[in-house]
């Protein structure tokens, strides 16, 4: 780094801080955890996506004499991290397989010479003697390890090169080493001290809750129709992501939103590498581009303004649903993260777990996995508490989830499950047979359909005797009889079997208190909600509508910016950054040097446009032009192409890692 004034003296952290990234205070443990690594001590930091893990590592490897090398997984996001870096004024490079030699030499060069303050590597590089033996030419400030629970053998995101880490410490005894990950459980926490051999670093475990993600779970019953409200109504113009199953309901949906006039683009394990990778880069680089996406899609994607993760099908473990609505907000500012959750789902879920290769060990395992995630769906109690406790962490009900503020009423759902559970054992005992919970709930509610009088189910007993609940309700029993294991799906088919829990329920010797089902209403009212104007982005929170026009110039001058340079918008500024500068409307360079997010390299190369973009948006001073009126009317809705209970196929969906190279 060249500061330019004081590039004789050693900069302290605060004053790097200030400078470079243009921040006021450290957040949380950053502090802690740098003063420890910059004086030369191990650590193994635990902090939630957002956390402000970076500044870790990268704040000692400015204050430490020598370079600090990263081994970063990522090495299709190595090229935004440097750019980032640069367009701070930090001198970084990269090493991996996407180069060239000139390229490559060239870093290597930078490298022995000092010229650099970070060095990316993947790990599969850092394994070649010739790359061990280029670090030992050079000066090494500090190893960090990002994305360290790639070194979890039974994690999802096991990367074998991860393992011969552990030979940093032997080669390289003097060198502080910092791991990192944003994975929460006990059981990684200690395979990666284990694996790196980090069981004397300093262990710095942030709680992982994320208090600007409004976490909401909803039945489903038309996924499409529900998500396409979401956005229209909450995060029209935002940058999100859903999450679906398979890759060809991914296609459909993106499709479905794209024809709804939503900028909308579709990511999978699938699809031709490079469209993949074009798709990528426009979520990243532009403002408002909504991904859809199978699971394989997010890894390390640190876009800091992503504005909602959308579920349309139930994630496999409270982990995955954690990681990947951690996605979301970043930056800190209000984020949504929506969960399309219903009885197919469980079904599904269940069938796949059944049909899984590896032994019954394994199976039981994924099946403890669901029933966590299903209890989190099914809970009366708040999500966020449900959700930290699943990591062994304390929390209060928290006001910004569904069940905080709707709150879910419970009722006496024991008969309703007596009653249901009887049919199952009915139609086994006197018939022999066995159906899935549609045919069953046409029994319960005295349908007369075809294949009600096909199978002669109406001259069963229970014929007709859960008239008095609709359909929507009696699917919801029978989602949470699966979520606590009292009703069991079997075969490919997913019909309905007793388990052996089942009798206490049967017998009387066990009443259940329900979730009652919520008519999925509009979307709970957020504590600070922006205004809104028309088509368009949201108001953003804290920003007076007034400052609007200003902030809409910013953006636009913050697009043709990056475009020009080749990077993605939130490199030259973030949002939070923007704003403030529509707020402050700062009329010199001096004051927009002290806006949050405006370090030395970027007031140097930015102020110019920044305030000339201000003028022109006729601020400060003179007032501010109306904003352009919306031009297009809303699109007219469309029948969503398909209802609830998409046919599914397994080998459809993707591994999490697939988009690693
Ligand atoms: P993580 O890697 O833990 O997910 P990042 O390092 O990407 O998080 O940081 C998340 C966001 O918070 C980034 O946009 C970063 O610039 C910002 N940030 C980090 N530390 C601070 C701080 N001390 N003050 C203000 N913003 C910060
Ligand atoms: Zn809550």
């Known amino acids: 780094m060249t500061l330019p004034d004081a590039s004789t003296e050693i900069p302290d952290a605060l004053q790097v801080l200030h400078r470079v990234f243009g921040?006021?205070?450290?957040?949380?443990?950053?502090?802690?955890?740098?003063?420890?690594?910059?004086?030369?001590?191990?650590?193994?930091?635990?902090?939630?996506?957002g956390g402000g893990k970076s500044l870790c590592y990268q704040i000692p490897a400015l204050v430490r004499e020598g370079t600090g090398v990263v081994i970063s997984p990522l090495i299709a996001l190595m090229q935004d991290q440097v750019?980032?870096?640069?367009?701070?004024?930090?001198?970084?490079?990269?090493?991996?397989?996407?180069?060239?030699?000139?390229?490559?030499?060239?870093?290597?060069?930078?490298f022995l010479d000092g010229r650099l303050d970070l060095l990316y590597l993947a790990p599969e590089r850092l394994r070649t003697e010739g790359t061990q033996r280029l670090l030992d030419r050079g000066t090494v400030s500090l190893f960090a390890i990002d994305e360290a629970h790639c070194v979890a053998q039974w994690g999802h995101d096991f990367r074998p090169d991860y393992l011969a880490l552990s030979m940093l410490h032997e080669r390289w005894p003097k060198v502080p080493r910092i791991a990192l990950t944003a994975t929460a459980t006990e059981a990684t926490h200690g395979e990666i001290a284990a694996r790196l051999g980090l069981e004397d670093a300093r262990h710095f475990v942030a709680s992982f809750?994320?208090?600007?993600?409004?976490?909401?779970?909803?039945?489903?019953?038309?996924?499409?129709?529900?998500?396409?409200?979401?956005?229209?109504?909450?995060h029209d113009g935002d940058a999100g992501v859903v999450y679906c199953l398979s890759r060809a309901s991914v296609e459909k949906t993106a499709a479905f939103?794209?024809?709804?006039?939503?900028?909308?683009?579709?990511?999978?394990?699938?699809?031709?590498?490079?469209?993949?990778?074009?798709?990528?880069?426009?979520?990243?680089?532009?403002?408002?581009v909504v991904v859809v996406a199978t699971i394989a899609f997010g890894m390390g994607i640190d876009?800091?303004?992503?504005?909602?993760?959308a579920h349309l099908d139930l994630?496999?473990?409270?982990?995955?649903?954690?990681?990947?609505?951690?996605?979301?907000?970043?930056?800190?500012?209000?984020?949504?993260?929506?969960?399309?959750?219903?009885?197919?789902?469980?079904?599904?879920q269940r069938k796949m777990i059944e049909g899984s290769e590896g032994d019954e060990t394994h199976r039981r395992s994924l099946a403890m996995h669901l029933d966590a995630m299903l209890a989190l769906c099914e809970t009366v109690g708040c999500r966020r508490v449900r959700l930290l406790a699943y990591f062994g962490q304390p929390g209060e009900p928290c006001g910004n989830c569904d069940t905080c503020l709707t709150p879910a009423e419970s009722w006496d759902g024991t008969v309703a499950a007596q009653k249901l559970l009887s049919t199952v054992w009915r139609l086994a005992r006197e018939r022999r047979q066995k159906f899935g919970a549609g045919q069953i709930i046409d029994i319960l509610q005295g349908k007369k359909t075809a294949k009600v009088i096909q199978f002669d189910h109406d001259a069963l007993s229970v014929f007709g005797v859960g008239a008095d609940l609709s359909t929507a309700e009696w699917r919801s029993v029978v989602r949470q009889l699966l979520a606590l294991g009292l009703l069991a799906v079997e075969g490919e088919y997913g019909t309905l079997v007793l388990t052996d829990a089942s009798g206490e329920v049967l017998g009387g010797r066990r009443t259940l208190s329900m979730r009652k089902e919520k008519v999925p209403a509009a979307a709970p009212a957020r504590k600070e909600s922006g205004s809104r104007s028309?088509?368009?982005?949201?108001?953003?929170?804290?920003?007076?509508?007034?400052?609007?026009?200003?902030?809409?110039a910013l953006r636009a001058w913050r697009a043709a910016t990056a475009r020009e340079q080749g990077v993605p918008a939130y490199v030259v500024f973030h949002d939070a950054t923007l704003r403030e500068i529509a707020t402050r409307l700062p009329a010199t360079v001096e004051e927009l040097g002290t806006v949050n997010g405006v370090g030395e390299a970027k007031l140097a190369k930015y102020a110019e446009g920044i305030l000339e973009a201000l003028s022109e948006a006729g601020a400060p001073g003179s007032p501010a032009p109306a904003a352009a009126p919306s031009e297009a009317a809303p699109l007219p809705r469309q029948a969503a192409p398909y209802e609830d209970e998409p046919p599914f196929d397994p080998d459809d969906t993707d591994p999490p890692w697939d988009d690693w190279e």
């Open 303 to 309: 876009k800091p303004d992503v504005r909602f993760v």
């Open 315 to 348: 994630p496999k473990s409270v982990e995955g649903y954690y990681q990947e609505t951690g996605r979301a907000g970043r930056d800190g500012e209000p984020a949504t993260a929506w969960l399309a959750y219903g009885l197919q789902d469980v079904v599904q």
């Open 534 to 552: 028309g088509k368009g982005p949201r108001v953003p929170v804290d920003l007076p509508e007034a400052a609007l026009p200003v902030f809409e």
């Open 257 to 288: 939103l794209a024809e709804q006039g939503i900028d909308a683009v579709a990511y999978h394990a699938g699809m031709d590498a490079r469209t993949r990778a074009a798709n990528q880069a426009r979520f990243l680089r532009e403002d408002g």
């Open 23 to 49: 921040y006021d205070s450290f957040r949380g443990e950053q502090q802690q955890v740098i003063d420890h690594v910059v004086a030369g001590g191990d650590a193994l930091v635990l902090m939630p996506t």
């Open 83 to 110: 750019d980032a870096l640069t367009a701070l004024g930090v001198r970084a490079g990269f090493l991996n397989s996407t180069q060239d030699p000139d390229e490559r030499r060239a870093v290597e060069h930078a």
């Open 209 to 234: 809750d994320r208090p600007n993600i409004q976490y909401r779970i909803v039945p489903k019953n038309n996924p499409l129709k529900q998500l396409l409200e979401l956005i229209r109504t909450e």
